[in-house]
Structures are given as C-alpha cells and as structure tokens.
C-alpha cells in the first residue's frame, strides 16, 4: 500500500468505531485492484453527522463512505438514493456528488452472498428477522426477494418492524410478512447483540431452530447465537461472509470497476 498525494480515501464511518473489522480485506482488494486508495475508521456521533457530512463532501480525494451502526436510516435522509438505497429504506454507501450525496446499499447483495456460499436456503422458509434497522430493512428486503414461505420481522422498537413489514407487503405483494417473534426455520440476527465482547443471544434460546439455519451479520465467528446455533445442530454462518462479499462492490461503487 502506498500513501501519497493522489491517494483516495474511503473511510467506514459509525458510533462506535472500535468493533470494526475488516481492515486487511479492504487492503488487500484495493491492492489486488491497483488501485491508490485507503480505507480508515471515522468515529463520528449521531448528533454530529450531518455537519459532517458537509464538510466532507468538500474533500477531493474522498472516494466514498461506508455507513455503519448507528448512521444506515440518518444517512440516506442526506442523500439522493439509487434503487438499492431506495428498496431497502437505508444506505450504507455514499458518494460524493456535484449537488450532495449519492446513496448506495449492498448490504442485502452482501447478504445472500454470504448465505449462498455458507449453503443457507430462503426460497420456501419461514424466516425470522430479528432488527429492523439499517442493515435489518436491507436484508430482509433481500430475503422477501428470494420467495421465502414467510417473513417475522421483531425489533425492540414495534412501530420500526411494523413500519419494515409495511414495506415488505408494499414492495412484494402478496409475501406473507407480520411483526412478530416465534418459531422459524432460518433465523437472521441484524441487531449488534453479540457484537465485540457482548455475551447476550439476541433472542431466547427457544427460538433458535434446532436443525435449521441461522444467519448472524455480526462480524465476528463467534457469537453466542453462532455457537449455540451449531451447538443445536444448525447451519450458521456469521457476518464475515457479508462483509467480504460486500467489499468489491463499495469498491466498485466508489473506485469504479475494475478494468
């Protein structure tokens, strides 16, 4: 890696910051690229983001941003969405436009991704989506895409998975789609129980479906809900797999494709 004057600068913004994972994959996709670029954590607090964000759109060798926990729903207000941002009511991209922001999200790409590789089916099953948030909107968004049997949807904050399920009928008519929490055979953890050194499950352990599969997007291989899935016979898989199979397309969002 080398860091100069013409050097592009993609910083993964959020609140906190010290969680992040991910900085040797971006290093070594952007090299593989040849690309001169740097991706670097910026810790910017919710009350502080839009200012941000309007001195950093004047930065000329600024690439983009990569929006992450608590920044996903806030950023896409600043922003003109294209149709990724705009189906999953989220952003975890920004760019810099000549009138402001524009708005991506691969989140929901990045997801199916990593369950594709990780042999985790959705056509046909009754899902649960535990966390409505940014990320949570993108990735239930992909997985009604996919014709799940049905879709729960539970979040701390109802009026956000009722607002989420209103989405998902709106958007894939006739999914069956409720706010609710039970029994499934695919769980999907879009909340950040279980992140760093959080010991908590995100849900009571009856719900993790003995013999299913469960997807945490928690970037780490071992949370409480990943271990006490594979302890119950499930197929699970954690959020590396969503981040590595999201990293060439902010790559490619920002630097352009590969040539």
Known sequence: MRIDGSTRIIGIVGDPTAHIKGFAEYADAIAARGANAVYVAMHVAPDGLTSFLHGMRHLRN??????????????????????????????????????????????????????RAAGIMISGKQVQVLGAGGAGRAVAMAIAGERPAAIAVHDSDRGRAEALVAALRETFPGLSAVASLGRSDLLVNCTPI????????????????TGGAVYDIVNRPDTPLVVEARARGCRAEHGWSMMAAGIPLILDWMLGPRS
């Open 194 to 209: 279980g992140m760093d050194r959080d010991t908590r499950l995100p849900c009571d352990r009856s719900l993790i479906p």
């Open 62 to 115: 600024l690439a983009g941003l990569v929006l992450t926990i608590p920044h996903k729903i806030a950023g896409l207000t600043v922003a003109t969405p294209d149709e990724s941002a705009r189906r999953a009511g989220s952003a975890n991209m920004l760019r810099p436009a000549a009138e402001g922001w524009q708005a991506g999200n691969c989140d929901g790409a990045g997801f199916l991704a990593g369950a």
